[in-house]
C-alpha cells in the first residue's frame, strides 16, 4: 500500500456525527490515510451530512458541489458522502443523478462495515450506494471499532443510538434507526481508559439519553448508569446530550446533584410553550410538567444551568401559541435557548400537516424570541459576576487571539486575557467573573 495518502473528512450536523466522523477517520487510518486539513492534497474526501433541517442540506450539498473542480484536477481522487442526508432515498437518489463526481455514499447504519467499503471503493471505479433502510433493519451498535479522537482532554463517548420517539417535525429516527444501548460495561470501560488518559471531559450522546438501557437484556436506567461511571476516581467532569422531557426522572436528578463531577447544565428541549403544539408534536408533556422538572433540577442543584432548544413556527402556531412559549422563556429563565424556524422534513407527519406561516410571521417571531433570551440570559449571566469559577480551558478564544476561552461546570463560555508563556489547553483554571454578556463571560485568571 502506498503511504501518505491523505483524507480530509467535514462534518456537519449534531455531536453524533462529529463523534461518528472519529470513528471513520479511525478506519480511514486502518487503510494507510492519514489526515489532512487541506482538502486540495486529499486522496479521499469525506462529507458527513445532516438533515435535520433544509439549512443543513442545502450546505452539505453546495459544498459538494465545489468538489467537481477538485475532481476534474485530479480524477484519482475518491469523494464520498454518509450520515443522514444521504440516508434518505430521495436524496441518495440527488447524489446518484445531479452529482456524478461523487463516487460513494455510505448511510449511518454502515460504520461497522466501513472498512470493506473503503477496500471496494478505493479499488475500483464504480460509483457505489451503501445505504440500508431502517423499516426492516433496527440498525447496529458500534463496538470495537477504531476512533481517532479530535482532542485529548475532552471526549464523546456514545451510549445509544437511534430514536424511537417520532416527534412529528423530525427526520432522526427515519435516519438513525431504532434506540439501541451499548452494554454498560462496555461504556464504564470506554470511560475509565478516558479518564486514566488523562481526559478531563466526557460527554455521553445519545438522541435521547434518559431512554438507555430500556432495550438491554437486562435493563439498567440511564441515572444508573451515570451512578456506576462517575465511582471512578479523577478530576474530571461529565457531561451528556440530549434528554427528552418526557423521560427525564428524578432519580436522574438526584444522581447529578450527588456527584460533583456532573455536569451543573441541563440541556432540556422544550421545543415549544402550548401544550397544543406539544401534542401536534408528540411530545408527550405539557408546559407545566416541564415547569416542574427545571423546579425540581434548581431545587437540588441551584447553581444549574438550563438550556433549550425551540422551535418557532410549528404548522398551525398561532399568536396565543407563540406567547405561550415567550411565557415559558419567562417563567423557567433558561441560559441558552437554541431556536429553530420550522424546517418541513419530507416524510415526516408534520409536513402534511396545513397552517404554514407567512416568512415575515416567522421572522418576527424569531426577532421576539432572540431578544427575550437576550434579556433572560443577561440578566442570568450578571448574577455571577465577582464570583470564581471553576473552568476548562478550550485554547484561544475564537473571535480574540489576545483571550482565552474556557467553559465552567455549568457550560457557561468564559473568555479572559492569555496569560503570557502560558498553555493552559485542556487544564481546569479559576476565573473571577468581571463582566456578564448574553452568551459568554469574561473574567481573570486567579492565581
Ligand atoms: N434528539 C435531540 C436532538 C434533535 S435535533 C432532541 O430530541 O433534543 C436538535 C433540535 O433541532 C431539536 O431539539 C429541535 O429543536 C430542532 N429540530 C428538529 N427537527 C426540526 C425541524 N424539522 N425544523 C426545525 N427544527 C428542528
Ligand atoms: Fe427527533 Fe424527537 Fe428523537 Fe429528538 S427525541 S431526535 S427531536 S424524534
Ligand atoms: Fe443532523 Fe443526523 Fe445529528 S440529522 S442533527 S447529524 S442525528
Redesign the pocket.
Known amino acids: 500500500m502506498r503511504s501518505n495518502r491523505f483524507v480530509y473528512i467535514r462534518t456537519?450536523?449534531?455531536q453524533?456525527?462529529e463523534a461518528d466522523s472519529e470513528t471513520i477517520l479511525g478506519i480511514c487510518e486502518t487503510r494507510g490515510f492519514l489526515p489532512t486539513e487541506q482538502m486540495e492534497e486529499a486522496d479521499l474526501i469525506l462529507f458527513n451530512?445532516?438533515?435535520?433541517r433544509e439549512h443543513?442540506e442545502l450546505k452539505a450539498l453546495s459544498t459538494t458541489g465545489q468538489l467537481k473542480h477538485l475532481k476534474e484536477k485530479n480524477p484519482a481522487l475518491k469523494i464520498g458522502l454518509c450520515?443522514?442526508m444521504v440516508q434518505q432515498e430521495h436524496r441518495k437518489e440527488d447524489v446518484k443523478n445531479k452529482y456524478p463526481y461523487v463516487d460513494f455514499c455510505f448511510g449511518?447504519n454502515m460504520m461497522p462495515r466501513l472498512g470493506e467499503i473503503l477496500d471496494e471503493v478505493l479499488s475500483s471505479s464504480k460509483r457505489r450506494f451503501y445505504i440500508e433502510d431502517y423499516k426492516e433493519n433496527p440498525g447496529a451498535i458500534c463496538e470495537g471499532l477504531p476512533v481517532e479522537r479530535k482532542f485529548s482532554y475532552k471526549a464523546y463517548v456514545s451510549i445509544m443510538y437511534g430514536c424511537n420517539n417520532f416527534c412529528t417535525y423530525c427526520?432522526?429516527p427515519y435516519?438513525?434507526g431504532r434506540e439501541r444501548s451499548r452494554e454498560p460495561e462496555k461504556i464504564v470501560n470506554e470511560v475509565e481508559k478516558l479518564i486514566r488518559s488523562g481526559c478531563k471531559e466526557i460527554t455521553l450522546l445519545g438522541?435521547n439519553v434518559n431512554s438507555y438501557g430500556k432495550d438491554l437484556p437486562s435493563p439498567l436506567s440511564f441515572a444508573e448508569l451515570l451512578d456506576r461511571i462517575c465511582q471512578i476516581q479523577g478530576d474530571y467532569v461529565v457531561k451528556f446530550m440530549t434528554s427528552h422531557p418526557k423521560d427525564a426522572t428524578l432519580a436522574l436528578f438526584d444522581v447529578m446533584a450527588k456527584y460533583p463531577q456532573m455536569e451543573r447544565h441541563f440541556h432540556l428541549p422544550i421545543q415549544s410553550g402550548s401544550d397544543v403544539i406539544l401534542k401536534k408534536m408528540n411530545r408527550h408533556y405539557t408546559a407545566k410538567d416541564f415547569f416542574a422538572l427545571c423546579d425540581a433540577l434548581r431545587e437540588r442543584m441551584p447553581e444549574i444551568a438550563i438550556t433549550t432548544d425551540i422551535i418557532v413556527g410549528f404548522p398551525g402556531e398561532t399568536e396565543e401559541d407563540f406567547r405561550q412559549t415567550l411565557a415559558a422563556m419567562e417563567q423557567c429563565r433558561f441560559d441558552g435557548v437554541f431556536s429553530f424556524i420550522y424546517s418541513p422534513r419530507k416524510g415526516t407527519p408534520a409536513a402534511e400537516l396545513p397552517g404554514r406561516l407567512p416568512e415575515e410571521v416567522l421572522k418576527d417571531r424569531m426577532a421576539r424570541l432572540l431578544e427575550l433570551q437576550q434579556k433572560i440570559a443577561t440578566e442570568n449571566n450578571e448574577k455571577l459576576i465577582g464570583k470564581t469559577l471553576r473552568a476548562l480551558c478550550e485554547g484561544e478564544s475564537k473571535t480574540d487571539a489576545a483571550f482565552l476561552s474556557a467553559r465552567t461546570d455549568s457550560g457557561k463560555l468564559i473568555h479572559f486575557p492569555k496569560p503570557e508563556g502560558e498553555d493552559l489547553t485542556g487544564q481546569y483554571v479559576q476565573i473571577k467573573i468581571r463582566e456578564a454578556r448574553a452568551i459568554m463571560l469574561i473574567g481573570e485568571k486567579q492565581k
Open positions: 456537519f450536523g449534531c453524533q456525527n451530512t445532516c438533515a435535520v443543513a450520515g443522514c449511518t427526520i432522526v435516519v438513525r438522541q
